[in-house]
Every structure is written in C-alpha cells, then in structure tokens.
C-alpha cells in the first residue's frame, strides 16, 4: 500500500513570496490532515478535511493560509504572503478511521 | 499549560538498555493515545495505540496509561542504534491529535 506523498521536500523562498505544497493521501482516505511542525515541537493541526468539506481550520492563519481539497483527494496548501515564522515542515496525513492518522515526509519550508 | 507535557530531551542511553519516555496531558476526556517515532527529515511513524488505560506491549515496546493520574508512558528494552529518533506522545479524541514536543532519544553503541 503506498503511503502518503507530499512534494516538493524541500522549498526555499523568500518573505512576501507565496508557496504551495501538494498531498495525494492513502488511497480511500476519506479524512485528510494538514499540520505545520516547527523545529523542536510537535505537529500542530492547520486544517482537517472529510472528503472534500473542511471540518476543523480554527488554527488556520486564514490571512496568508489557504487549503483545498478538490474531488475528496488530492490537497494543496497555499501561503501567500510568506513569514520567516512560518519556516517550519508541513506534513500532511490521512486517515480511514477515527485515531489513526499516517503521515507523509513533509515539506520543509525556509522563508529568508 | 499545554494539553500534552513531554521532556524535550535530548535522552543518550547506552546500546541494550530500557528507554523510558514519559508525558502528562490535561485533558481528562482523553480516551485515545499514541506515540509516533519520528526519524530525522522523516514524517511520525504511528509505533503504539491504547485506549483508556492499562497496558500494551508490542515486541520490544510497552505503552502504559494511566488515566487517574493523566499520565503516558513508552518503554523501549534493549535498545538498538536504530531507535535513534524523537518519540512523540499524542491524545486523540474524534479524529484530532494532539501532540507533545517529543523527546529525541539517541542510542548509542
């Protein structure tokens, strides 16, 4: 079964630039998760879908953030303007059943 | 106060012994937990899952809940090189996790 793919791996911009980031889940994952993990702390929750409805972006800097889920599968993430505070990886996870998430390689994002 | 309390770290032990790894949350309405194992550039990896408290033992792991004390633990016995990584505790309630800042565990041989 292949797992959660994210590209790209590695992304560098500078501060003001926008950067998107793309997720296909496991397939037949109906609930999808984007989290943002800064250096020395765990995954902290952006965005939750179910199929292609958003169930959770109270944590979504929604100034700079966006997210979308077109058809129940594949996802982007989108940051636009950019923020040295947002250099940080950006895992995205999947899950069939409540509890269980797997999770991707990550993003890792460096704004200059 | 953070919902998941969990010692950064970093935890060296010598190649063969027990790791233990501890958090505290604060939550009481927790019933689910887990610890991810997160190697360098890699994303968690799911290693344990309990519900409620008690025990649970997989291999060379052990998870322990205790719920009265809103206490989580990880036992690792003999442990190898490539157990080198961050172990992250997290609860879970209706599909929603919440993590620890995990402790980075480095084995050495």
């Known amino acids: 079964e292949a797992g959660v793919a994210q590209s790209p791996r590695y992304k560098i911009i500078e501060k003001r630039q926008s950067v998107a980031f793309w997720c296909n889940p496991i397939?037949?994952?109906?609930?999808l998760y984007w989290y943002q993990q800064i250096l020395g702390q765990g995954p902290k929750l952006l965005i939750q879908?179910?199929?292609?409805?958003?169930?959770?972006d109270s944590q979504l800097p929604k100034d700079r953030f966006s997210a979308e889920r077109l058809k129940g599968v594949d996802s982007t993430l989108k940051i636009q303007p950019a923020k040295l505070e947002d250099s940080a990886v950006y895992l995205c996870?999947?899950?069939?059943?409540?509890?269980?998430?797997?999770f991707g390689a990550g993003t890792r994002l460096s704004v200059l | 106060q953070k919902e998941v309390e969990q010692d950064p770290g970093p935890l060296s032990v010598p190649e063969g012994a027990i790791v233990s790894l501890n958090c505290t949350y604060s939550?009481?309405?927790?019933?689910?937990f887990m610890w991810y194992r997160q190697y360098s550039r890699k994303g968690p990896e799911l290693l344990m899952y309990?519900?409620?408290?008690g025990n649970k033992e997989d291999g060379r792991f052990t998870a322990q809940v205790d719920k009265s004390s809103k206490y989580i633990s990880l036992f690792i016995r003999d442990s190898q090189p490539s157990d080198s990584a961050t172990y992250l505790c997290?609860?879970?309630?209706?599909?929603?996790?919440?993590f620890g800042a995990g402790t980075q565990v480095v084995v050495t041989p």
């Open positions: 996870a999947s899950s069939s059943s409540k509890n269980i998430q797997y």
């Open positions: 397939s037949g994952h109906a609930t």
């Open positions: 879908f179910q199929n292609n409805g958003v169930v959770d």
């Open positions: 939550n009481s309405a927790f019933q689910y």
């Open positions: 309990t519900y409620s408290s």
């Open positions: 997290a609860n879970a309630e209706w599909g929603k996790l919440q």
